[in-house]
């Protein structure tokens, strides 16, 4: 058996690498890695490690019974067995979900040596970051004389590969880990899609109901599964092609078309749907209020594509709003608000800070980050949890004297990748007026 290694075994991974992995033949399996929480591996394993996939639209149901797991790694438990999977010479792929915030890059997208994770990582031979796993394992590896392989991020980051890569290395310098990086890996952009909602105990029923084995920790996803990887691999891959995915020379133009329309009117739909009273995707693309500002959003965006990036771009976002109206997707809009702070400067922030550089207005931008900021003060207001690596600067951010003050304060939280408080007046004349529909 050949095994596909996964850092981040989170619902997305089992609705869409796992499940390409399952669909792609041979002898393959995937072993899982959580980095923090035992919950999934427990869950798992009293079940022989299988799982149940619903795939919706609005048609119906289609369930999957899943065996691809072989089993789940806990690194906070045996970092050690983590690290020896990594080397292995049996692990022939390794695929990553740890979401943007899980790289602990800083905001120029390099390695942040701050990061209380990373800094940790620094002066311990145990890790705690998914980057700190990747270099000392892959310098086990090394040393071990086990074949290259090939190490994919499918996050939602520009040029994740590459991006990745960089992380890696600075870590491997800063650390004095003798990694020769480039001989012993190989780092592929890709991208992906597939919405895939968290678990409810109404999807739990569901699945039985409909006759499935009555598997804990069932997964629901939609009909649509995009995977599009640079063709730069080394070593042996499961055949994902023969799945559905894509092996192209460049991701590029697949991945900003995806970050800025899908991801930028996901993250739009998190905060204004919510201050409007929605719970869900679904609800929140029905109110025109809504539909209205994430066209806008599309629309600017668009402008901000390569050509290559706009082949089809009509279909495509036909595509999306069809997708975002799914009504048997429970697509909770909370969920997708986690971690803003970092997903804005990915998402939205540089298609407003190109357009600024071109001279052109960018409404709909602003109405996002206004939307963003018109929330999350009153999540803190409401004493709600705030899901953000920055939660503690968000708290102080919302003790701010006044309006103005919050909003600069926040907007120096979303500054990825432009300097965000020259629109600070613009986010408080867009602030959303009306709450609940």
Known sequence: MKTHLHLGIGNFHRAHQAWYTANAGGDWTVL?????????????????????????????????????????????????AVLDAIASADTGVITLTVTEKGYALNSRGELDQSHPDIAHDLGSARPRSAVGYLAHG???????????ITVLSCDNLRDNGRTLHAAVVRFAELSGLMLPLDDIARFPNSMVDRITPATTDALISECEALGGAALAWPVETETFSEWVIEDSFVGEVPDWVSAGARVVENVAPFELRKLRLLNGTHTLMAHLGRWRGHAF???????????SAV????????????DAARDGIDDYRAALLTRYANPALQHALAQIAMDSSVKLGVRVVPVLTERAARG?????????????????????????AISDPASDAIH???????RAA????????????????????????????????
């Open 32 to 80: 899982g890695v959580s980095l923090r929480s035992a919950a999934v591996r427990d869950t798992l394993k009293s079940q022989d490690w299988r799982y149940s996939l619903a795939i919706k639209d609005a048609s119906g149901v289609q369930l999957e019974e899943l065996s691809v797991l072989s089993g789940v790694l806990v690194a906070t438990e045996s970092p050690d």
């Open 138 to 148: 892959l310098a086990r590896r090394a040393a071990a004389g086990a074949p290259a």
């Open 281 to 291: 995707v679904h609800e929140a693309i029905a109110d025109p209020v809504i539909r």
């Open 295 to 306: 066209e806008a959003l599309m629309d600017e965006a668009v402008a901000t594509l390569p």
């Open 360 to 384: 052109q207005d960018s409404p709909a931008c602003i109405c996002a980050l206004a939307a963003w900021a018109a929330q999350t003060l009153a999540d803190v207001a409401a004493g709600d």
């Open 396 to 402: 102080g951010a919302a003790g701010q004297a006044n």
């Open 406 to 437: 919050q909003v600069e304060a926040l907007l120096s939280l979303a500054s990825d990748q432009g300097d965000l408080l020259a629109f600070g007046d613009q986010v408080l004349a867009a602030w959303p007026a009306d709450r609940g529909t």
